[in-house]
Nanobody, 119 residues
Framework: QVQLLESGGGLVQAGGSLRLSCAAS????????MSWYRQVPGKERALVAR????????YYSDSVKGRFTMSRDIAKNTLYLQMNNLKPEDTATYYC????????????WGQGTQVTVSS
């Protein structure tokens, strides 16, 4: 009922910046929260940041605090992740997720966008 499409990934040198976008469509009125996750081969998908869609309250993983900023445009049904001072360890496939039931439930996922940070 909710479709998510990520964009904005690419190749960047260490210290550079990227902005990821996640455009939601479908039953967007049901969205309670949205999140960014990332995953590298051989590792579990890890939460990067999460935002309460209505209140704007945010959570960031320790690894990105101070470097990444999550925001939303409710009118455009779009989630953003501004990534600054990127490090090689940030290299991953980044996924957008949306929850429609509870804060802890990720009900819909995007296809992912690749972020590669070179040293």
């Amino acid at each position: 009922q909710v479709q998510l499409l990520e964009s904005g990934g690419g190749l960047v040198q260490a210290g550079g910046s990227l902005r990821l976008s996640c455009a939601a469509s479908g039953r967007t009125s049901a969205i309670l929260h949205m999140s960014w996750y990332r995953q590298v081969p051989g590792k579990e998908r890890a939460l990067v940041a999460r935002i309460n869609w209505s209140t704007g309250n945010t959570y960031y993983s320790d690894s990105v605090k101070g470097r990444f900023t999550m925001s939303r445009d409710i009118a455009k049904n779009t989630l953003y992740l501004q990534m600054n001072n990127l490090k090689p360890e940030d290299t991953a496939t980044y996924y957008c997720a949306a929850g429609v039931r509870t804060w802890s439930t990720n009900d819909y996922w995007g296809q992912g966008t690749q972020v590669t940070v070179s040293s």
